[in-house]
């Protein structure tokens, strides 16, 4: 079977433009690539039939025939071979589509398609370079000092988007020494900053500086609670209680210390107890990988026994860009590694993270390979009543810190430096960093908020040159026309503004009886949990606690976030509706809402994905390990698993979470801040064109003469468009 792509790559081959492409390259994602490329001969028919199939074309503006596959077919080959798409990406997809359609065919082919080498960092830095080069220009171009300092502020945002690379692993899973390599320093572990149990932020800075930040007193409070459920736990913080005065360090607002780096050795050493009273560290230094606007967080092992630093671990993960997960690869995959995994494949928003095996020289590259294969296929056994294809979401390295490290220290070779995997590392990272959904979401937005400047400012210059030339026509009274023309939009802010608060005060938020799905997930926890210790029993089967808790990460988690994610998409759904009407109806104020409305999106759906209480989720696990552990006859189990899980769903409240969240208040008071911008700029442009009317009545020959100047300006200003909308 030959597939359509296989056919007209042939047949087009010595006619192909590599530059014909989508005016949007990032308008599909991954999968939808790989379901074009997947449409052959055989089941054409059968993909027209389907509504997903018909959608990614309405995306494109095309039709769904024969031809408009071929060609979109090539495009996605000329944007693979241009590193717009990723080859391993593609070839994952493929792979999970095989289950529906035989992809063999394409699969060969894109394996030996050779590819365009791309630096996707220097791309990134290229594009914002180029629209910073455009802010200048327009900086220049200006009429007034408010849309001038709007563009300043707008340079130095983007100047400082950050990205934040997670870092997570056992104890002595390698973080300190894999991090040391990256660095080209050893930075962390050493005697003057020594490994430590706590959260570390390592950000960029231009002198080693240390701030740390204890724990406050509602913080420790549950610390303290949690510990009533975990003896290992209770037992640390007594013998704490009696070699620490801890009201010293545990406040009501939390207590914060700038220290020297040499000076951190004596508060967050893993040996020292002090530490445990820490919530995190912040670390700043002048590191070459760090300039990159990278951030990195080293997190405490997963084991913790302080289960609030896992907890605070998991909030830190959500907000980070990237995640590495580190596995000693002699050591293999543990069930902490097991457990940590699924979870992220399971309620991760990133769509793909890294393993790395550490110490990967202590092993051939056989046994690594069987590692790696061991460990998918774990993952796939736990994952086979959900969903094992997420497995594919999960990328592999393999490392050695030590040859990397004696390399800098001019102890290896460059054949060792290379064997190291670090710098393989490296170009991964960036290239991940700087072609993922952030990139994407940061020049999106920037180019918006240019283009809403731009024409701002050119609409300015065309209005004045419209004033001047029927000022030389002798038709002055067309100008004060022009003017309370001008003056009637305020009419239609005003009313905007009226409509938008009406529309606003009749808004609940939508919740989705939630309170009652909640109540149901707690029902089906507990009649999965008995139906296993029921099943153990009738085959005399010992109880596994691991299992046990897999039950209950998964069931609760994938309850919740389902319930989350119907709230976020009804939420979404019906505040894109609000701002689609409001556009269509005051179409003055489009370009206005459309700026910084995708920044605000994303806003809402980290802070509904966010919004999980994983505090009252560990010590319901707690709860459960114990009642499991207590041996007791399936009745009296079901009693208590029905006391702690009933208690544990009313603690995690997601309607008053939900409510704290105040989706639509966040959106009113988006509009508004649109609305207040709109009117500022507005009135910049009545005073500057009153000021040319002013002028042209007492006959200033100098704004007479500013004529072919303008001119000039709007010429150019309509090619900084042009190189704004062709810009990547």
Not at 229 to 254: A, H, P, T
Request: hydrophobic share 40%; net charge negative; with cysteine.
């Amino acid at each position: 079977m030959q597939t359509f792509l296989e056919k007209i790559w042939q047949d087009n081959l010595q006619f192909l433009d590599f530059n014909a492409n989508f005016e949007d390259k990032n308008i599909l994602d991954v999968s939808e690539f790989a379901i074009i490329l997947s449409t052959n001969s055989n089941n054409y028919e059968r993909y027209f039939l389907l509504n997903e199939f018909k959608d990614i074309f309405k995306k494109l503006n095309l039709r769904v025939d024969i031809f408009n596959i071929q060609q979109v077919q090539l495009c996605c080959i000329n944007l693979l071979k241009s590193g717009f798409i990723d080859k391993n990406d593609l070839l994952k997809a493929l792979k999970i589509l095989e289950k529906i359609s035989d992809t063999s065919l394409v699969i060969t082919f894109i394996e030996n398609i050779k590819l365009e080498e791309i630096d996707k960092q220097a791309l990134f830095k290229a594009n914002f370079k180029e629209l910073d080069a455009i802010n200048l220009e327009l900086q220049n171009l200006s009429l007034n000092h408010d849309a001038k300092q709007r563009l300043q502020n707008s340079l130095q945002k983007f100047k400082d988007l950050e990205f934040n690379i997670a870092i997570t692993g056992v104890m002595n899973a390698g973080k300190s020494s894999l991090l040391n390599a990256l660095l080209k320093e050893d930075f962390l572990g050493t005697s003057n900053i020594p490994e430590t149990a706590n959260l570390t932020v390592l950000r960029y800075g231009n002198e080693n500086k240390a701030k740390i930040y204890f724990w406050n007193q509602k913080e420790w409070e549950n610390i303290l609670k949690s510990s009533q459920y975990n003896k290992e736990l209770q037992k640390f913080v007594d013998e704490l209680s009696q070699d620490i005065n801890i009201k010293d360090y545990i406040k009501d607002g939390g207590l914060t210390q700038e220290i020297e780096t040499k000076d951190l050795k004596n508060f967050s050493s893993a040996k020292n107890k002090l530490s445990a009273l820490i919530k995190k560290i912040e670390l700043k230094s002048k590191l070459d990988f760090l300039q990159n606007n990278i951030c990195i967080v080293d997190t405490p092992g997963l084991d913790d026994v302080v289960v609030q630093r896992e907890i605070l671990t998991k909030e830190y993960i959500k907000e980070s860009d990237f995640l590495i997960h580190l596995m000693n690869a002699s050591q293999s995959l543990t069930q902490k590694d097991l457990e940590f995994l699924i979870n992220c494949l399971l309620n991760s928003r990133l769509s793909k993270f890294l393993v790395v095996l550490t110490k990967a020289d202590l092993l051939s590259e056989s046994d690594l390979k069987e590692v790696i294969n061991y460990t998918k296929q774990s993952l796939r056994q736990n994952l086979k009543d959900l969903d094992e294809n997420l497995v594919e979401n999960i990328d592999f390295l393999c490392v050695s810190s030590k040859k990397a490290s004696d390399f800098y220290r001019g102890l290896e070779n460059e054949e060792a430096f290379k064997q190291s995997g670090i710098k393989e590392l490296e170009t991964y990272l960036f290239n991940e960093l700087y072609s993922g959904q952030k990139s994407k979401i940061a020049l999106n937005a920037y180019k918006k908020e240019l283009m809403l400047e731009l024409n701002k400012l050119l609409d300015e210059y065309e209005m004045q040159n419209k004033l001047i030339k029927e000022s030389k026509e002798g038709i002055n009274i067309k100008n004060k026309q022009l003017l309370l023309e001008f003056k009637e939009e305020q009419k239609e802010l005003t009313k905007a503004k009226e409509e938008i608060n009406a529309t606003f005060l009749k808004l609940d938020n939508i919740e989705n009886g939630i309170e009652n799905l909640v109540l149901l997930l707690a029902k089906k926890l507990k009649e999965r949990l008995i139906d296993e210790l029921k099943y153990l029993k009738s085959k005399s089967l010992k109880a596994n606690l691991n299992r046990i808790l897999s039950i209950v990460d998964i069931t609760t988690k994938d309850g919740i976030n389902d319930i989350l994610r119907d709230v976020k998409f009804e939420n979404l759904k019906r505040i894109s509706e609000l701002k689609q009407s409001l556009s269509l109806k005051y179409e003055f104020l489009q370009d206005d809402f459309d700026s910084g409305f995708d920044e605000f999106k994303e806003g809402i759906s980290r802070a509904i994905e966010n919004i999980f209480d994983n505090e009252n989720f560990s010590i319901l696990r707690m709860q459960i390990s114990n009642i499991v552990q207590e041996k007791a006859d399936i009745f009296t189990m079901e009693v208590k698993f029905d006391e702690c899980i009933n208690e544990s769903f009313k603690n995690f409240n997601l309607k008053k979470l939900l409510e704290n969240l105040n989706i639509n208040q966040n959106f009113y008071e988006f509009l508004n801040k649109k609305l207040s911008q709109y009117e500022i700029s507005q009135k910049e442009k009545l005073h500057n064109l009153s000021a040319v009317i002013s002028s042209l009545e007492s006959e200033n020959s100098k704004t007479l003469n500013s004529y072919d100047e303008n001119l000039e300006k709007i010429s150019r200003l309509t090619q900084l468009k042009e190189d704004l909308l062709n810009a990547n």
